[in-house]
């Protein structure tokens, strides 16, 4: 079994930046295919972005293309989003998953997830 646990989350104001981290323990694997979702109030579940295993390739939605950046460390186990230029539309609960489809912007069933960090932004 693996375990997710982020940090990073916060309260900003808009055009700051922020890092996300996830730290993966357990029954990890360099295979494994991991990323980031959000959820804001009232909204459903939404991709936010992936890497592969290998961490050569990356994946984001159109709405944070070009500002969110997605990396792993192998050796701390922990896959990093860092987000810049953010806006108030970027307020989300932001859950960290493993076990996701390389290109998929919906999570399998047996996907794993974290527990999720608050990150608001202000106007």
């Known amino acids: 079994q693996v375990t997710l646990v982020e940090s990073g989350g916060g309260l900003v104001q808009a055009g700051d930046s922020l890092r996300l981290s996830c730290a993966a323990s357990g029954r990890t694997s360099r295979s494994l295919v991991m990323g980031w979702f959000r959820q804001a109030p009232g909204k459903a579940r939404e991709f936010v972005a992936s890497?592969?295993?290998?961490?050569?390739?990356?994946y984001f939605s159109d709405s944070v293309k070009g500002r969110f950046t997605i990396s792993r460390d192998y050796v701390k186990n922990t896959v990093y989003l860092q987000m810049d230029s953010l806006n108030p539309e970027d307020t989300a609960v932001y859950f960290c998953?493993?076990?996701?489809?390389?290109?998929?912007?919906?999570?399998?069933?047996?996907?794993?997830w974290g527990q999720g960090t608050q990150v608001t932004v202000s106007p």
């Open positions: 998953a493993a076990g996701l489809v390389a290109g998929q912007l919906t999570a399998p069933a047996n996907a794993v």
């Open positions: 890497i592969s295993g290998s961490g050569w390739r990356t």
